[in-house]
């Protein structure tokens, strides 16, 4: 396999870009939209950008109540625990059931900086919220991807932190959050690298620095000394806005520019450029979070902790539709 090129395309937009800016002059109405954490910080954002664009959103939620709330008529709401492979099923298979086809999925949900915890079946809890649930509802929600249907998955610049951890993935030994972190952060790259090759048409996107609810297991004091915050409260320069930060997503999942770039790593609504710094600020792709080898391995190591694999090559199709199989 071969790695997607990165460099910028010209889009037209930009880091100040927001999710209203990519999405004018573009119609989705009759498109159906899956957003996961479409009820909080930049999902929020997302969510209501598509639903005035017209698209059908719906918005799989931990906590359907609160997310009902925060949408109120903005998207349809329903049940889902990304930490929980039953609750996944059920919610893929309620959702085959209805028949309905979905045009484009945002794997958005996440959790930073967590403390050691285990999901049963002992999975880490980065790993298996960030990339394995995602990974898992994909999976599972195969049949309904239209021809020509978008993923989408959120990553991070967080990926400068860590490669996966190949021998110890779920941190066994030496655990440490932000290299937890950073490893789920890799793997959200890595499963749009592979997804792609796989007749789905796929991008990873580093939304940008912001302040969100994505941050609540990272006390005040953490947050002044990252320099997030300053000591009176107040957002330090630098980051962007929710709606700012939704816009890389929004445009990995609708602009037409990208047809040629599929399994590309994104940011600031545009290719993204290989990383030169170690600065997150600056960002740009590490060479580990977008090698078609890697990306190969990890699908391979999370069929073999979920038992799922939807996408053998004689049930897709090509993203243009196209059946990949003579």
């Known amino acids: 396999m071969t790695m997607t090129q990165q460099h910028r395309i010209g889009s037209g937009f930009g880091a100040h870009s927001t999710a209203a800016d990519v999405l004018d002059g573009i119609d989705l109405t009759g498109r ?30 931990r906590r359907p109540e609160t997310a009902r709330n925060a949408l109120r008529d903005y998207a349809e709401v329903a049940e889902l625990d990304l930490a929980d492979l039953d609750s996944i099923r ?30 049963v079946p002992g999975w880490e809890a980065h790993f298996a919220i960030n990339h394995l649930g995602h990974f898992a509802l994909v999976n599972q929600l195969q049949p309904a991807l239209r021809p ?17 951890r190949w021998g110890d993935p779920h941190f066994d030994h030496d655990y440490d959050p932000w290299q937890a972190y950073g490893q789920s952060k890799t793997a959200n790259a890595l499963f749009a690298t592979h997804l792609d090759t796989l007749g789905v048409r796929a991008f990873a996107v580093h939304p940008g620095s912001i302040l969100t609810p994505l941050q609540r297991n990272i006390s005040r004091a953490q947050q002044i000394a990252q320099g997030w915050i300053t000591e009176d409260g107040r957002q330090a320069a630098g980051f962007k806005t929710p709606a700012q930060g939704a816009a890389t997503a929004i445009w990995a999942a609708t602009a037409p520019q990208l047809d040629a770039y599929g399994g590309a ?21 590490k060479p580990w979070a977008v090698d078609p080898d890697a990306a190969a391995r990890l ?7 979920t038992g799922l694999d939807s996408f053998s090559a004689d049930r897709v199709s090509s993203p243009d539709g196209d059946s990949d199989v003579a």
């Open 32 to 61: 159906t939209v899956l957003i996961t954490g479409g009820y909080s910080g930049l999902g929020k954002a997302a969510t209501e950008a598509m639903a005035r664009a017209g698209a059908e959103v719906l918005v799989p939620a």
């Open 148 to 164: 020509g249907a978008r993923v989408v998955s959120v990553a991070s610049s967080g990926h400068f932190l860590s490669d996966i």
């Open 299 to 305: 699908w391979a190591m999370s069929r073999e902790f």
């Open 265 to 285: 790593y994104c940011q600031d609504c545009d290719v993204a450029e290989p990383a030169t710094t170690e600065d997150m600020l600056v960002g740009g792709v």
């Open 90 to 119: 059920i919610f893929a298979e309620r959702f085959l059931d209805t028949g309905r086809a979905i045009d484009i999925v945002i794997a958005n949900a996440g959790v930073m900086a967590y403390p050691r915890e285990r999901i």
